[in-house]
């Protein structure tokens, strides 16, 4: 089973700028192992449904650590399947369109 899920979380109440708590958040995402894609609206995020779970919970706790309020919104798709849906969903789709679109690249450690 493959779930992918989308998720952006910031603080509410501090201000315009985020970024700071935000790059907090996607250092717990890259050191969970599990494969994700940033993007300008937020991170999404391959994975079984508890590991997931468990990297938006610490991006939570890593929050309110620091602030009275949090702000997430989630999104998901389970599916029965393989792995790797990151990296296929966007190539079915670039095959379609003949690779002319602008798209979110890799991110590597």
Sequence with gaps: MSLLLEFSISPLGKGESVSDDVAECLAIVRDSGLDYRLHAMGT???????????VVKKCRDCLR?????IFCIIKFDDRDGPGGRLERKVT???DKVDGSLNV???VDD
Excluded at 65 to 69: L, N
């Design 44 to 54: 999404v995020l391959e994975g079984e449904w508890d590991d997931v779970m468990a």
């Design 104 to 106: 979110v690249e890799r």
């Design 92 to 94: 079915s789709v670039l």
């Design 65 to 69: 650590a620091r602030h009275s309020r």
